[in-house]
């Protein structure tokens, strides 16, 4: 398309346009488009779900998967986090850019944000939702889908990075990091499972706390405890236990582990990475 | 379009019935741009491919210049972007951008996964009957996506159409698998596919659906639930 002065001005015009954000408090998803509205500058509307009942606006924006995030702007509902945040770069090009500019950089994050979803969100989702010798295979999975990212850091891709995205945070460190917490709060939730070993993922370690440090992912990762109180929570209700577990929760994440809520699939709640 | 020499350095790993190559194939062939097709054989994987690709092993995978770019719709997204003076598959506008990553996307995660299901468990099982109603629904959504347009993408044939395509001639595979009538669930999905089916770039790329399953029949077979 042609850089015409009425198309760059409808551009500039859609860009000004306001932006709403439905989504969920302890969804990852959410917190990806969070934090790179915040990493762009960009001022936003919230709008929590609940995601027991679904507002009729979340079904109506997102009928196909009836899913958080969905952003709206400029008369464009768009849901699908990975979308989002790709979306989030074609529409303001120019404001701290989530994808490298180099073709083949840009098709090896987009690879590895599809391996997070695809294969290291799954897996984490599996552990979490499992006992047993099941469990035990899917931390294999866990660790297997790690060590893959561990070798990107080491020696391949993204060697010597301080960030995927280089120097500063880009499109894969928001996927990454945005559900990476999970693995240290679901290791206090199940005693003796080891996710993310420091000594077996060291890069990946460093990466995690040098992301976690951040102020805009300070801003937008929930607060620990209300994300143990509500990892505990969905423990229970996967594996149909009452009241098993740590006694050391507090009064509002019990409140929350025992509110009506139906139980989510894995993919609806913040299973995921 | 003046041809290139070496094929513009690109080669592609493929596999004659995959959807995901035959994207690839059809992309390469909309944007005009020279390749070297190297057919693989999955059940005895190339050195070539297990370099390319150690993560997934799968095709397809395009190498440019040696340098290998892995994932249909990732390929798809690079040749735009490595060859912007070869007639682009998405569109520019922002929002339809993400209209077309998501409805690739949707295909991949709704159509393409539930297809698996109806053929590898077993005719009749819980899980197929289940997934035998995904699809329905999956299709029906897609037939109501595109609507009256002529494309996926609107008025002109685009990279959602590049996308969904190489599905179309999964079309009577699914519907003898999940026992529903095609022509019933998504009409306008099948009026779609014949008008796509006329471009030189797609009748090119994707096998009749009769061979489709044929392979359906030899996958049962190999990969199936007993």
């Not at chain 1, 934090?35 to 509307?45: D, N, Y």
């Not at chain 1, 850019?97 to 799954?122: E, I, N, V």
């Not at chain 1, 006992?131 to 790690?146: D, F, I, K, M, P």
Request: charged share 25%; proline share 6%; with cysteine.
């Amino acid at each position: 398309m042609e850089k015409t002065p009425e198309n760059v001005s409808q551009q500039a015009a859609a860009a000004e346009a306001p932006l709403k954000l439905l989504g969920s408090w302890a969804s990852s998803y959410t917190h990806r488009v969070q934090l790179a509205l915040r990493l762009k500058g960009l001022e936003f509307e919230y709008a929590e779900e609940d995601l027991g009942n679904k507002s009729d606006e979340l079904l109506r924006l997102n009928p196909v998967y009836k899913k958080v995030p969905v952003l709206v702007h400029g008369g464009r509902s768009l849901p699908e986090s990975v979308v989002i945040l790709q979306y989030l770069d074609d529409a303001w090009p120019h404001i701290r850019p989530l994808l490298p500019s180099d073709p083949f950089d840009r098709a090896l994050a987009r690879f590895w944000c599809h391996f997070a979803d695809d294969k290291l969100g799954p897996a984490v989702g599996a552990v979490f939702a499992s006992t047993g010798s099941e469990q035990e295979a899917a931390v294999r999975q866990v660790h297997e889908n790690l060590a893959l990212i561990e070798a990107e850091l080491r020696e391949g891709a993204f060697k010597g990075r301080r960030f995927f995205g280089g120097d500063e945070v880009g499109i894969l460190d928001v996927v990454l990091g945005c559900g990476s917490y999970w693995l240290a709060v679901f290791e206090e939730v199940m005693d003796g499972v080891r996710l993310v070993d420091a000594d077996a993922f060291p890069l990946f370690h460093a990466w995690l706390r040098g992301f976690e440090a951040l102020d805009e992912a300070r801003d937008t990762i929930p607060p620990v405890d209300r994300l143990l109180g509500y990892a505990r929570g969905v423990r229970h209700m996967l594996l149909g236990l009452a009241g098993a577990g740590d006694g050391a929760a507090a009064p509002t994440a019990a409140a929350e582990a025992t509110a009506p809520v139906p139980a989510p699939a894995a993919t609806d709640i913040a299973v995921d990475i | 379009m003046a041809v290139e020499k070496n094929n513009n350095g690109l080669q592609l790993l493929g596999f004659w019935v995959s959807p995901f190559a035959q994207r690839c194939h059809i992309a390469l062939a909309e944007k005009g741009l020279s390749y070297e097709s190297l057919e693989q054989d999955l059940s005895n994987k190339s050195e070539l491919l297990l370099r390319a690709n150690p993560v997934h092993k799968k095709i397809p995978v395009l190498l440019h210049g040696g340098r290998p770019i892995c994932e249909s719709l990732v390929i798809l997204q690079y040749l735009d972007e490595a060859f912007p003076e070869a007639s682009a598959l998405l569109p520019s506008d922002p929002g339809a951008r993400a209209h077309a990553r998501f409805w690739a996307g949707f295909v991949d995660t709704k159509v393409f996964e539930c297809g698996v299901r109806l053929w590898k468990r077993k005719a009749g099982s819980e899980p197929q009957v289940q997934a035998r109603k995904e699809m329905v629904e999956a299709l029906r959504t897609l037939d109501a996506e595109l609507g009256d347009k002529p494309f996926l993408a609107g008025e002109a044939f685009g990279f959602v159409d590049v996308a969904v395509v190489p599905f179309a001639a999964w079309l009577v595979s699914y519907g003898r698998l999940g026992e529903f009538d095609v022509e019933e669930v998504c009409p306008r999905l099948v009026a779609w596919a014949e008008r796509c089916g006329e471009r030189e770039s797609v009748a090119k790329s994707i096998h009749p659906p009769e061979k489709v399953w044929e392979f359906v029949g030899f996958l049962k077979n190999k990969l199936g639930d007993k």
